[in-house]
Structures are given as structure tokens and as C-alpha cells.
């Protein structure tokens, strides 16, 4: 797939999944809560606070939520600049309402970490660093400056310098650290989930492509007694206007194009009338279909069956395999990565026993990068390219997708994947020294029990005319 496919989960474009709803849903928690805390703090606490700047405070917020209320549509999705400004309104509004209520005296000034997580989940980098850095200035200020709390003796609340010096360095932290862990988790949710995405579209393109080919071999099969009528018309007509030469060629004409007809229908539905009879086929027909369209790049690709040693003769020959798009997609994006790197030369393993299937894939290539290793697998994880690797493959530009759609399919099948090095197995003097990708199936979850073993499928009959 390419890069443009992928438009959608850019993470500049990921602001657009909000609704405007939520957040105003949540503004008004928040007015509700803020309110609240005002009532208490003067009713049940005898609190002396600045009561008109504090409800002109939460005023704007009111009026803020009401305008976007009535001007914009209900389902309206906000944009990352909308995101940023409303979160910006809400923070600024919070240390507002701090600075007039005791600064960091206040115990409510965690709350100001709310807007910061928000950024650090929805929006990118830039804009997190902007919030972040806001909160932290702001906190910073109301050290300094803040209106403070009084009693209704006219004592002043606070507390002791070294609490607040605390209270700042805990908030700071705070931000950071919670911006930077929210930011993370969310990345690689996000990530994980374009990949699964990304997944399920190359396998429904596949299931497409095999559905189309099912209706070409169909209309193949219902167009096969048409055309042959035309031909064998034409055929007659051919015969009887010997005497008249222009209309004897206007139906040699038409016999021609019920051959090239013929033609077409074959070419088109070769893989489909495959799809549409064969259901399940040996082992090694099935890896090599997945391998053919990798068999002409200019690397061999040997392909090798191997029974288990101590099998009987039944179990000699190849058992039948399914022929299900994930397990023909997964292996041939493994044999694509194999064909990519490999110097000249990619071997294809087959084993079976009477217990598990197994398919193994080698090449000649330098292998897995070593620090890596442990993260083959993982959705957008790629080596970054060297000049080197420019020049000997310009036309290689992957996304770090390639594995996991091939790892997550074919578990999907009911294999389990294993990566490493060859160099790591083999000895020195083999060729065999590049990436070793093996992939393993209990014998039920891949061999169909329906068909017995034995029983030949051989190619599909093609229809004459």
C-alpha cells in the first residue's frame, strides 16, 4: 500500500475525530463542578472570595458553550485548531479562577493537568508543547501572584512555603511526565489501530479480487455455450457463402472474434475458476501461488517440501492445505520481504508432521537488523535506510506494515510466527545466513478434514469452443 492510502491516519488529521458535543458536554461538568465549588466554599466555609470576578469567570464559559450550542451544528467535528483554542480557553479560565481563589494555596490546582492530558491525547506534538508550556508559566505565576483565600475573620489561608514549593515542583512533574506517558499510550493505540485497519483492508482487497475472479469464471462458464454457437454458425456460414466473398469474410470476421473471446474468458478466469473449485490444494501449490508474483524479480525462489523422518508413506506426499486469502496474503508478504533483501537466492521450507505444518523462509540477505529483532512484528517499525540501501534498492519504500499485516493474518489462520537470523543457526559456509521467518500451524487448523488425503485435485478443465 502506499503512503497516500494512508491519509487518514495522519496525526495532524486525528483532531477531526472529536465532536464538538463532547466538549461541550464536558465544559459544562466542569462549569457544574466550578460552581459548585464556589457555593460550598462561601456557604459551608465562610470563604471572603472576589464572588463577581469568580461567577464572571465561569460566565464565559457559560456564554462560550451556549454560542457554540445555537451557531454550529450538533455533529460538528472540531478541527486540530479548534481543539487547540477551546482547550486554551479552558485552561486559561481554570488558572483564573485559581489565581482569584489562593494560587497554589488551592488544593483545585491539580485540575489544571486536565487540559494538558486532553492535548497530550488528541492533538500533536506542537500543540501539547504549547499547552504544556501555558500550564506550566501559569502555574509558575501564581506563586507569586494570587489573590489569597480569607476567612471570614479576615485571616488569610495558606500554607507554609515549602508546601507550596512542593505543590509547584509536583505540578511540574505532573505535566511532564502525564503528558508524556498519555502521549505515548495514545500513540501507540493509534498506531496499532491504523495497522489493524491497515490489515483488514489487504485482506478484503484480496477477498475482492478473489470474488471478481469467481464472477469472471462464472460469466466464462455461462458465456462458453453462446460463443461456441457463434462459431459453429459462422463455421456454416463460411461454408455456404463460398460465392459471395464479402460476406464470407464478414463471418470468418465473426468467427475470429468469437475466438478472441474465447481467449479473453480463459485468461480472465484461469485464477478465478480456481478459487470458485478449489477450496483446499497440497501444500506446495498453495505456497507457490502465494510466491507467484515474487518468481520474476530477478531472485531464485526455490521452493522445497520435506515430510517428517519417522512418517509413514501416507504421510510422505504433501498434505492438502486451505486455500484461505490470510494464509496466501501472509505468506506472500514474508516471501515479498524475502525477495526484497535477499542477494539472490530465497528457499521456501515445507514440513509436516502428523501434528503441526510448518513453513519456513529464508534468504541470502544480511538479515534482521540485531537491535531489532525483538520488535519484527510491531506495526510502522522500520530500519531507517541508508544510502547504501537507496542505491541497491530504489524502488523499496516500505511503511513498517509489511510483517504485521503478515504476522496478524496468519495468526489469524492459527499459526504462530517466529523471527531470527540465520547466521545465529547455521554454519559459517552456508548460504542460508540472512532473515529466517518460520511459521507454524497445528495440522487441523490448515490441512481441510473434509478432503481426504490422497485424493489428486488436479489444474481446472478448461472450456473449448
Known amino acids: 500500500m502506499t503512503q497516500t492510502e494512508f491519509g487518514i491516519f495522519q496525526e495532524r488529521q486525528r483532531g477531526s475525530f472529536i465532536r464538538l458535543r463532547t466538549m461541550i458536554w464536558l465544559r459544562w461538568c466542569a462549569i457544574v463542578g466550578q460552581l459548585a465549588a464556589i457555593t460550598l466554599a462561601q456557604k459551608f466555609y465562610n470563604l471572603q472570595l472576589e464572588l463577581g470576578l469568580c461567577y464572571l469567570a465561569v460566565g464565559v464559559s457559560v456564554v462560550g458553550n451556549l454560542i457554540a450550542i445555537f451557531v454550529f451544528p450538533e455533529n460538528k467535528r472540531l478541527n486540530e485548531a479548534e481543539n487547540f483554542l477551546m482547550v486554551l480557553?479552558?485552561?486559561?479560565?481554570?488558572?483564573?479562577?485559581?489565581?482569584?481563589?489562593?494560587?497554589?494555596?488551592?488544593?483545585?490546582?491539580?485540575?489544571?493537568?486536565?487540559?494538558?492530558?486532553?492535548?497530550?491525547?488528541?492533538m500533536t506534538l506542537r500543540s501539547t508543547i504549547i499547552i504544556g508550556a501555558t500550564a506550566l508559566t501559569l502555574v509558575t505565576l501564581m506563586v507569586f501572584f494570587h489573590l489569597p483565600l480569607r476567612t471570614e475573620q479576615g485571616f488569610i489561608m495558606r500554607i507554609a512555603d515549602v508546601f507550596v514549593f512542593g505543590q509547584w515542583t509536583a505540578i511540574t512533574i505532573a505535566v511532564i511526565f502525564l503528558s508524556l506517558y498519555a502521549r505515548q499510550i495514545t500513540e501507540e493505540m493509534n498506531s496499532m489501530g491504523d495497522a489493524v485497519v491497515a490489515t483488514q483492508m489487504a485482506l478484503s482487497r484480496t477477498q475482492m479480487l478473489n470474488n471478481l475472479g469467481g464472477v469472471v469464471a462464472a460469466a466464462a462458464h455461462e458465456l462458453g455455450t453462446p460463443l461456441a454457437t457463434i462459431k459453429l454458425t459462422s463455421a456454416e456460414l463460411i461454408e455456404e457463402l463460398a460465392d459471395q466473398p464479402d460476406l464470407q469474410d464478414d463471418a470468418r470476421l465473426i468467427r475470429e472474434q468469437a475466438d478472441r473471446c474465447r481467449d479473453i474468458l480463459q485468461s480472465m478466469g484461469r485464477a478465478g475458476k480456481e478459487d470458485l473449485q478449489i477450496r483446499s490444494a497440497p501444500l506446495v501449490e498453495v505456497i507457490r501461488e502465494a510466491a507467484e508474483p515474487h518468481l520474476n524479480r530477478g531472485k531464485d525462489v526455490l521452493i522445497e517440501a520435506f515430510g517428517s523422518e519417522d512418517a509413514n508413506e501416507e504421510d510422505f506426499d504433501p498434505p492438502l492445505a486451505l486455500r484461505r486469502p490470510e494464509i496466501i496474503h501472509g505468506l506472500r508478504n514474508l516471501i515479498q520481504n524475502a525477495v526484497d533483501f535477499a542477494r539472490s537466492t530465497v528457499w521456501v521450507e515445507a514440513h509436516w508432521t502428523d501434528k503441526v505444518v510448518s513453513v519456513r523462509i529464508m534468504d541470502d540477505g544480511p538479515g534482521y537488523p540485531t537491535n531489532m529483532l525483538g520488535r519484527i512484528g510491531d506495526p510502522f517499525v522500520r530500519n531507517r535506510r541508508t544510502e547504501r540501501d537507496r542505491t541497491a534498492r530504489p524502488e523499496y519504500e516500505g511503511m513498517g506494515l509489511g510483517l504485521f499485516i503478515a504476522k496478524t493474518l496468519l495468526q489469524r489462520s492459527g499459526a504462530e510466527l517466529s523471527f531470527a537470523n540465520g547466521a545465529d543457526r547455521v554454519n559459517s559456509a552456508s548460504r542460508r545466513r540472512g532473515a529466517v521467518v518460520e511459521v507454524v500451524w497445528p495440522r487441523n487448523a490448515i490441512v481441510p478434514p473434509s478432503l481426504p488425503k490422497g485424493k489428486g485435485i488436479g489444474e481446472n478443465p478448461s472450456f473449448k469452443i
Request: proline share 6%; glycine share 8%; net charge negative.
Open 89 to 122: 480557553f479552558d485552561l486559561l479560565q481554570l488558572c483564573f479562577l485559581i489565581y482569584l481563589t489562593g494560587g497554589l494555596h488551592n488544593p483545585f490546582t491539580i485540575l489544571i493537568l486536565g487540559p494538558v492530558i486532553v492535548s497530550a491525547t488528541i
